[in-house]
């Protein structure tokens, strides 16, 4: 008999144990991934639908030239959008105004009538529910049509004003539907334990309901802000003299041909997007952890 304790140590490390359940499902796939996959090309030619035109856009804004050719590389465009670009700016500045006002807006709104629909019985509940998602389901040409009717019945001059009330009332289903979702995952228990322990109405939802579906608000009041910030059909029919925005801004040029200080504009504004997406999901994904 062997008593090599050396020995026993190696015949033991020889010895092959059966593969885990978890080991074996990682083996099959990874051999599964040498195979042909319709739903992976699938998603792989989306992806490329989707982002090669913004690659396209990017590197057209480093283009010495303005024709679709690429003459070499140059900063001329960047130049004209920072300093010679005035207008764009202006009616940048008109688009961010309406979007982040009217995202606040439907947020407060969109966010009562999600904790009003979710927790309270009343007469009616299942209409209001109803008509709260038509803004969002009817095409945006009604919708600024009927904004523009509505507005010449009282007479309310066009400008940023109407602007902003057809953009919160476009945004509002956004922001109601997301902080709905994030109610129907809500423990009711905390609220009968905030009663419990003498916290009044006002107290459990400023310090109880508010804070435990703010990932879903601030989901909602971004959203808003990014419909607010692209949208043009509604826009195009609301706006008056003096109330230009971006996205009827960037129409008017491009009806004489594409300007290159509008690609560099893209890039800018892919930048800046990015850049809060991954910020807003840092700080969003603390506050679900803190919670």
């Not at 050719?69 to 959008?81: D, N, P, R």
């Not at 764009?88 to 407060?108: E, Q």
């Not at 008509?131 to 066009?158: A, D, N, Y």
């Not at 419990?196 to 006002?202: I, M, N, P, Q, S």
């Amino acid at each position: 008999m062997n008593t090599n304790p050396f020995r026993q140590m190696i015949n033991r490390l020889n010895v092959k144990r059966p593969a885990s359940e978890p080991a074996r499902h990682a083996r099959r796939a990874f051999q599964r991934k040498s195979t042909f996959s319709f739903s992976f090309t699938v998603l792989v030619l989306t992806l490329v639908f989707l982002f090669l035109p913004l690659f396209v856009i990017i590197a057209y804004s480093f283009n010495a030239g303005k024709s679709s050719t690429f003459t070499g590389f140059s900063l001329e465009w960047y130049k004209k959008l920072f300093f010679d670009s005035e207008p764009l700016w202006a009616a940048l500045l008109n688009s961010l105004i309406v979007a982040f006002s009217s995202a606040a807006l439907a947020t407060v709104l969109g966010t009562l009538a999600a904790i009003g629909i979710s927790w309270y019985k009343f007469k009616g509940k299942a209409y209001i529910q109803t008509v709260t998602f038509l803004p969002m389901v009817l095409p945006e040409v009604i919708v600024g049509v009927s904004m523009l009717i509505f507005f010449s019945g009282i007479k309310l001059p066009l400008g940023l004003f109407s602007i902003f009330v057809a953009h919160t009332t476009f945004c509002l289903p956004f922001v109601f539907l997301m902080v709905l979702a994030r109610l129907d995952e809500f423990d009711f228990s905390i609220i009968e334990a905030s009663h419990d322990l003498g916290a009044t109405e006002k107290q459990t939802m400023n310090k109880v309901i508010i804070p435990a579906i703010f990932p879903g608000i601030m989901s909602g009041f971004m959203m808003a802000v990014t419909m607010s910030l692209e949208d043009f059909v509604i826009t195009f029919f609301v706006s008056g003299p003096g109330s230009t925005t971006l996205p009827l801004y960037v129409y008017s040029m491009i009806r004489f041909g594409v300007s290159p200080v509008i690609n560099a504009l893209s890039f800018v504004m892919i930048l800046a997007t990015v850049l809060i997406a991954f910020t807003l999901r840092k700080f969003l994904k603390n506050i679900a952890a803190a919670k």
